[in-house]
């Protein structure tokens, strides 16, 4: 568990997704590996979906020239995404770091995390937001699925450039996830030099602020200077408020803390947060 992957696809957002790599690997003294999954093609020349396609009864020698046909997309795409790996590497490098590997590897990219999860520290991922005809921003399934698959932390970034964070944010809520998230950070190296908010999205009680004291007492044994707020309302407002007041953040929070059933219902702070976050989003189990 010491390498920082860095999952590049080759799209506008890959420099961003290297540049907070570099800067995860450098902070953790990490090696850095450049991930490219090429994801299997859904070609014709299989079983009955060849047949469905081309008609019952089609002829072998068409059959095995679709799967040959198939296999040379899947080369071509492993030829492409090596060269884009190679192409990059030199961004990498000219952050300072002395470790850059590479790795191109045919998989959906839930199950090739999964894959190299016990050799990673952190998975890198850019967001890529597409926006529904009616404006509503959609989280990209790839990351939804690797955040809910690996037991690693999970880095995305959300825009196509990347710029050093000058604090962090932690969404708190006094859950047993999220004194876990504070336990992690508390020790990582991470947060060297970066002061760090605590904020809390609840009702001003003596629980509440004893829950949040508890938190920033052990941020503070660290040596880490530690700002706490406690505000009512939604956590995914004032999460998002407090962050657009502090564009050079970095947002840290815990996984989903609920079953799938009841997201489905009600939702979940985490998908909305990754979904609509202006800055990056650390995500930690």
Request: net charge neutral.
């Amino acid at each position: 568990m010491n390498k920082v992957y860095a999952c590049i696809d080759g799209r506008a957002n890959t420099t961003a997704v290297i540049d907070a790599a570099a800067w995860a690997a450098l902070r953790l003294s990490c090696p850095l590996m450049l991930a490219h999954v090429v994801e299997p093609q859904v070609g014709l020349a299989t079983g009955l979906d060849a047949n469905a396609a081309i008609g019952l009864g089609a002829p072998d020698v068409l059959l095995q020239q679709l799967s040959e046909l198939d296999a040379q997309r899947t080369q071509l795409a492993q030829e492409a995404g090596r060269r884009m790996v190679s192409a990059v590497q030199a961004r990498a490098a000219e952050a300072g770091l002395s470790q850059v590997e590479s790795v191109v590897r045919t998989d959906e990219l839930s199950e090739a995390t999964q894959a190299w999860q016990n050799d990673a520290r952190v998975f890198v991922l850019g967001q890529n937001r597409d926006t529904a005809p009616r404006g509503r921003r959609h989280l990209d399934h790839h990351i939804e699925r690797v955040v809910r698959s690996v037991s690693r932390t999970v880095l995305v970034v959300p825009v196509d450039t990347f710029t050093a964070p000058d604090q962090i944010v932690v969404a708190y809520d006094g859950s047993p996830t999220a004194q876990r998230v504070v336990e992690r950070l508390a020790a990582s190296p991470i947060l060297t030099g970066l002061p760090v908010t605590l904020l809390m999205v609840a009702h001003d009680t003596p629980d509440n602020r004893a829950t949040l004291l508890t938190a920033r007492q052990k941020l503070e044994a660290e040596g880490r200077h530690v700002e706490t707020l406690l505000s009512p309302g939604t956590p995914e407002t004032e999460i998002l408020n407090l962050l657009g007041q502090r564009p050079r953040s970095l947002l840290a929070m815990g996984a989903y803390g609920h079953s799938r059933i009841r997201e489905f219902i009600v939702g979940s702070t985490t998908t909305t947060l990754l979904r609509l976050s202006p800055v990056p989003v650390m995500v930690l189990r």
